[in-house]
């Protein structure tokens, strides 16, 4: 019956608009692969790979978790060397479309239907749904290497070498630190 007012506290709760909290949680294995799905619009032909993934290789068996607390909030549960790397594979496997998951994007028909097809255009895209903007100079200089091989040509999203330039593109930005915050 109050939720309406334990809503509002929390919305006031000066923690709530405190800078320091943005991207201070990092996300669990559901959330990394949720939003990995959802930033990409990705089809996803068998649910169950992703649950497979989820328990096998990100260490979160999906209603497994042994009480009924749930499970942890914080990053030293779900980050750790190996975990870490698990979760690059993870998105390097559906955004590099590598044949071991089920999931599916075509990248170049993605940022298209997005209404971009310049580098700047995608870079700028896909770094503000992937890291809201907060990248580094290094990160945006990646980015820009990779859909310019290295500088040495020109991004064309006709290209025969599209495809693979924008999923090195996007597998990269989702390895990045900043796409395992919330």
Known sequence: GQMREVVQFLLDAPEFADPVNFHAKVKTPLELLASTVRHLDATVEDR?????????DLDMELFGHSSPDGFSETA????DTSLLLARINFVNEVARETGTSDTYVDMRAYFQDKGFETAEGIVGY???????NELTDLELAIAYDILSARG???????GADAEARLRQLVATVMSFPGFQHQ
């Open 48 to 56: 169950r790979d992703l649950e497979r993934d989820l328990d096998r």
């Open 76 to 79: 030293d549960d779900w980050i």
């Open 152 to 158: 040495t040509s020109q991004f064309d999203i006709q």
């Open 126 to 132: 896909f770094f503000e749904i992937a890291l809201q």
